[in-house]
């Protein structure tokens, strides 16, 4: 293994231990009655004090909310009594990154659902090694999550992780399909099972909070090249609206966005409402196994 290698390595493990810090602590933090801003806050700044970067915002997802949920500038939301909340982080270093999530079950109703894709994730990872396709790792995630009485969430994939890219190819499939991707030594991925009691299946809902760009173009309104300036900053990678200087925001990333320049990332949520799991972790592909980064 070359020296570079190990350096690039290092820097997703110590991404990893950052994150997996800032996850234990904010998952502490998700009760009856906090406000959701104030966590997601704690974790954006956690993890600068620690000595990375988000990879993308803190998502706080609830209930049949699967991904892609962030609080708003000033959000007063708080959370609720019976809320079973997605945590979901990304830590870089230098552009490399981990990216793990954890369910919380306010209520404790929940314990099976939560336990259905936490094991999903723990039988993948006992299977992952060099060598493993992506199907084997598809097969184990939907088997497990449906012996629990479980449907997977379809249309949602674990993925690779590259510099500065936080949805690198191949998809891993949190269900066994056809054609599949062979993992080799050294690979970064981020395994992450969603379960569901509702029919399997996210559509989109609501209002985009989480933004990245696409491809920066010349753009002629004050504004807009401003906000450009400042999105540039994050390489590529998501962004939360609230991250942003307010100052005739809405009308300046509207302008990039028809301009092809961002896309946004609208909420995901379960078609039929049915609560939603996650369990994610980012692991480094070995010869004999695996290494969890973000354990
Ligand atoms: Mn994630
Ligand atoms: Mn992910």
């Known amino acids: 293994m070359g020296e570079e290698i190990e350096l690039i390595l290092e820097k997703y493990r110590s991404a990893g231990r950052i994150l997996a810090e800032v996850r234990a602590e904010a998952a502490g933090l998700i009760k009856e009655g906090s406000p959701l801003l104030e966590v997601a806050e704690f974790v954006e700044s956690g993890i600068r004090d620690k000595g990375g970067e988000p990879a993308f915002p803190c998502n706080l997802s609830r209930n049949e909310e699967a991904a892609h949920a962030t609080p708003l500038v000033e959000d007063k939301a708080v959370f609720g009594k019976g809320d079973l909340v997605k945590l979901d982080i990304g830590v870089h270093i230098d552009g490399y990154i981990g990216d793990s999530a954890v369910t919380v079950d306010l209520s404790g109703d929940h314990e099976a659902l939560v336990k259905a894709s936490e094991a999903a994730l723990n039988e993948a990872i006992k299977i992952v090694r060099d060598g493993v396709s992506t199907i084997e790792i598809g097969e184990v995630i939907e088997n497990t999550i449906r012996e629990q009485g479980y449907k997977p969430v379809v249309n949602l994939t674990g993925h690779g992780l590259g510099r500065y890219n936080s949805h690198a190819p191949p998809s891993i499939p949190n269900v066994k399909y056809e054609h599949g991707v062979i993992l080799r030594e050294n690979d970064v991925i981020a395994i992450e099972p969603f379960a569901t009691d509702g029919g399997g299946k996210v559509v989109e809902s609501g209002n985009a ?68 799991s996650q369990a994610e972790h980012t ?13």
């Open 209 to 276: 909070e989480i933004f990245s760009l696409l491809k920066s173009k010349p753009v002629r309104m004050r504004e807009a090249k401003a906000l450009l300036d400042k999105i540039k900053t994050y390489q590529g990678l998501p962004f939360a609206k609230r991250w942003l200087p307010h100052e005739r925001l809405d009308l300046a990333l509207r302008a990039l966005e028809n301009a092809g320049i961002v896309r946004d990332y609208p909420v995901l949520r379960e078609e039929e409402k049915g609560f939603v």
């Open 283 to 295: 692991l480094i592909i070995k010869k004999d196994g695996c290494e969890v980064t973000t354990k």
